[in-house]
C-alpha cells in the first residue's frame, strides 16, 4: 500500500525530515512496480540520505521537461527505501526522498500543485533481512507521469 502524505500533515506527523517550501497535492499512485511505471524514470540514493545525487539532477530535469512536452497532467513521485533499519525511520526516509525530488521537480519548472509526493516503503528487495538487502535499486524514487 502506497502512503500519500501533504506538507501539514508532515509537520504535523513531526517527520525528522524537512518538508517542501512548496504545496503537495495528495492522491493515488500506481505502485512503482505497476505495468505504469514499467519505464518510468528512478532517481537513487545513498543508503540512509535522501540528498539528491549530482547525477540525479539532470535526470529529474528531463522528467521535468518531458513531462512538459507531452502535457502530463500530474506527475508521482513515489520514495522506496531497502529494509535495513527501523520500520518507521525508512517510512520517514523514503517520504523525505520523495520530497527532495518533488523539490527538484518544481525548480525544473514543473508545477507544485502537480506533483503528487508518495512512498512505498521497503517494497523491493530480498525477503531476507541483512546486508543483502541494502540494494542500491531499492533506494530510489521512482517518477510516473500520469
Known amino acids: 500500500m502506497i502512503k500519500t502524505l501533504t506538507l501539514s500533515a508532515a509537520v504535523a506527523t513531526g517527520m525528522l525530515f524537512a518538508a517542501p ?9 500506481p505502485t512503482a512496480g505497476s505495468a ?12 540512509g540520505s535522501s540528498a539528491l545525487k549530482p547525477e540525479a539532477k539532470p535526470t529529474i530535469a528531463q522528467a521535468a521537461a518531458t513531462a512538459k512536452a507531452r502535457q502530463v497532467v500530474k506527475i508521482c513521485v513515489v520514495g522506496q527505501t531497502d529494509k535495513l533499519g527501523d520500520k518507521n ?30 512512498s512505498n516503503p521497503e517494497a523491493f528487495g530480498n525477503s531476507s533481512f541483512g546486508e543483502k538487502d541494502a540494494q542500491e535499486k531499492d533506494r530510489r524514487v521512482t517518477i510516473i507521469f500520469r
Open 36 to 47: 505504469a511505471s514499467s519505464q518510468s524514470p528512478w532517481v537513487l540514493f545513498d543508503l
Open 21 to 29: 517550501a512548496f504545496a503537495q497535492t495528495v492522491g493515488n499512485c
Open 89 to 118: 525511520y525508512n517510512a520517514k526516509l523514503a517520504m523525505a526522498r520523495s520530497q527532495a525530488v518533488a523539490n527538484e521537480l518544481v525548480h525544473a519548472g514543473f508545477p507544485a500543485k502537480d506533483v503528487i509526493i508518495a
